[in-house]
């Protein structure tokens, strides 16, 4: 049997959580492992969530109580923020303990930094818990199909905006009402923008894509787009034609060349991807030997991301030696990889345009010249007020061409708006 | 950087996409990894096998000069079968080599066994090719969701059954045709017992429910059924009343009771099994904390089971020490666990019974009298030969009361046949 003792700083959603999972399994814990974990210390500023969950012996008033306790071994940070979590933490890993957080956007602003300290001290850093919950994603590409070349990562892995898109598709509610609906819930901030605006997807992209390619993906590498715009008519497009809209997060490699990408997608129903609803998150691989992976489970919540905080303490307690992401290049893209911007899609367009003769030979002329190839060209028989919707597919082209296309296209007087343009993954 | 060398005994399907993996793949992992990993034998009874595949350089005659080479440190495994493999296997790891192995019928059969052989050697012996493929399930359970108490895990696990019952249910073939075509594709083998009998998914089970409910779980306590009873009515019945047949196999805990068993599964559409196609496989979890977790994969095939070889040939290789799962009771039922044979579910019932008056309150009667509830019933119009079909649904009931209610209703005079009896899962 071996005692560990920790310290966790947060006790918002997922400390408590954590605490609780701690708590209510620690003999089952003991008996399966040998390991008695016991939670010494919990650090917040609140002192009204310590009150209401933690033990009064537990409950610590600064984080230098936690640095000098020489029996704390592991310290689980989940206040979140880049700052004063990396101060927190690098004194932490300085005073010769290991950290577990579930913090995306440190992890992924301050890798490099956080990574070297941790090496330099001999401490784990484990973050299992930054991305998609009590999906096992990390572990699975740092000790499962470490023999592939991971070809591709794709990703539902924003909780917020697939109960939002949920919600949108099965309910038929707006984005603004399926928000409120999801604010009112807890599922979405206050200010939601992290979400709805891909951040948090864009930094857990970041996280993985640098995992499963072997290779620094910084967040500002990501083309980074939000669902904010996507309609019900993007939705109702989806329906008719055999897709749903999801925000995906999307990595790609070939030899050096690596694409990643957030946006939201049509994807064809028929795809693994296409049925993880409401508050599911999953992770699709495809590897040159393991061909398909996908791993699925709840992307967030105090229990699901518990779990994984609770999984890397005790990973973290057993490890004998901990080991080192080599970031040759300080956090920047390594010298030999391209990111590469001018990516193959094929693309859904919605446009309102004149209702008047010569319209539709004068959009359609535009793709054609630029060598973009349609697929699908519906103008609705439904007319108001002298404008008309037209949607588009397009077959598989190249991302710069399309843009160059759509440009154009906005610049024809007969175009009003061009309303949405949503990548297509069949 | 280290070197690490290796042996592979069996050429066929598996040894050689481990085979390819190595080669195709081994500046891939020595970058990744800093490991050098070298095919330095290769044995196999067959001359043919290995003057098709292996440089003359790395062919071997005998178990003995792989025991006898002091550079070799990983053996892969991939002859099958108990015998001689257990006899190889306990040698290899006696001569101080870990082993991996994609043997499912022996680690299931013999594990206490070499288990222990392992630990007093200090040598690994790892087998996550032996459950489902590419799918990275053995070290999910090993190395993630540790701090819960899985609940249940139900997996489609075995590729052929989910191809035919995917034939049959897509194409309107018989179970015949389908195997039929199974077999031609090499997806089934020429006497196919182990796999449509569900020796192959019990053996799975086996192994998975002893690891995510840390006791041991041998074969011979699970219940087996097959799916050679599968016909096309239970499929038609399947797709009016919104169900899919898989065989699964369920493992479930609570306390210190244990249910397990393989057996074709009427699977309500919108769960997430129901959606696992052809020769993909899945295995589903539920934890009491994390909630459900779902993986997904190739569960057969050279390559994505050479993925899952080449995971472990890795991940022994990166090991500093090895660590050993615990039998406390040599392979046996531990003391403190109840094997439960009365457990709960939903039952679907096809009988064929006489056409005549009186033959429906007979038959309900036998139900009702047995406390076991209705929830759908349905004679056809359809008369043939002054016999109809009946179909039954329960609700949720005992395995034991429903196996006496039918043993009762096949010796009513009015009844022919019963045809099927599927369990239900909602």
New interface residues.
């Given amino acids: 049997m071996k005692t560990v003792k920790v310290a966790i700083i947060g006790m918002g959603t997922v400390g408590g959580?954590t605490y609780?999972?701690?708590t209510?399994?620690h003999d089952?814990?003991l008996?399966?492992?040998g390991l008695d974990v016991q939670i010494k210390k919990v650090l917040d500023k609140d002192e009204q969530k310590l009150a209401n969950k933690v033990k009064p012996e537990q409950v610590c008033r600064s984080l230098d109580e936690i640095l000098a306790d020489e029996e704390i071994s592991i310290v689980v940070e989940v206040m979140g923020g880049v700052e004063p979590a990396k101060t927190f933490i690098t004194k932490i890993m300085q005073s010769g303990k290991s950290v577990v957080t579930a913090n995306k956007e440190l992890i992924s602003k301050q890798w490099a930094d956080l990574e070297r300290v941790a090496r330099e001290n001999g401490v784990g850093l484990y973050f299992?818990a930054s991305c998609v919950g009590?999906?096992?994603i990390i572990?699975?590409l740092n000790?499962?199909?470490?023999?592939?070349?991971i070809k591709s990562i794709m990703g539902i892995i924003n909780g917020t905006t697939n109960y939002i898109l949920t919600k949108m598709t099965e309910e038929g509610m707006s984005y603004e009402q399926a928000l409120a609906q999801a604010q009112q819930l807890g599922y979405a901030e206050f200010n939601p923008t992290a979400d709805v605006d891909g951040y948090d997807a864009m930094y857990k992209l970041s996280i993985l894509s640098s995992l499963a390619f072997?290779t620094c993906i910084p967040y500002t590498s990501i083309y980074r787009e939000g669902i904010t715009k996507v309609s019900q008519d993007d939705i109702t497009f989806g329906k008719n034609t055999g897709y749903k809209i999801k925000l995906l997060a999307i990595g790609k490699k070939k030899d050096n060349d690596v694409e990643v990408r957030v946006h939201p997608t049509l994807i064809a129903e028929n795809h693994?991807l296409a049925?993880v609803s409401g508050a599911?998150n999953a992770v699709f691989l495809n590897?040159?030997?393991?061909?398909?992976?996908?791993?699925?489970?709840?992307g967030a919540?105090a229990?699901?991301t518990?779990?994984?905080i609770?999984?890397d303490?005790?990973?973290c307690a057993?490890k004998?030696?901990h080991?080192y992401t080599d970031f040759e290049n300080d956090g920047k893209v390594s010298e030999d990889i391209n990111i590469v911007s001018d990516y193959e899609s094929k693309y859904y367009v919605n446009l309102i345009v004149d209702d008047k003769p010569g319209v539709i030979a004068s959009i359609s002329s535009v793709w054609g010249k630029n060598g973009v190839s349609i697929k699908f060209f519906n103008q609705s028989a439904f007319t108001q007020n002298d404008y008309v919707p037209i949607v588009i597919m397009t077959h598989t082209s190249n991302e710069n061409m399309v843009q160059k296309t759509l440009g154009e296209i906005a610049s024809l007087p007969c175009v009003r708006e061009i309303r949405s343009v949503i990548r297509v993954i069949d």
Wanted: hydrophobic residues 35%.
């Fill in positions: 959580g609780d999972l701690l209510a399994n089952k814990i008996s399966s492992y299992e009590g999906v096992p572990r699975t000790e499962s199909l470490q023999g592939d070349n072997h693994p049925s599911f590897g040159d030997f393991v061909d398909d992976v996908m791993l699925y489970g709840r919540g229990y699901p518990g779990s994984a609770v999984s303490v005790i990973y057993l004998t030696s080991v």
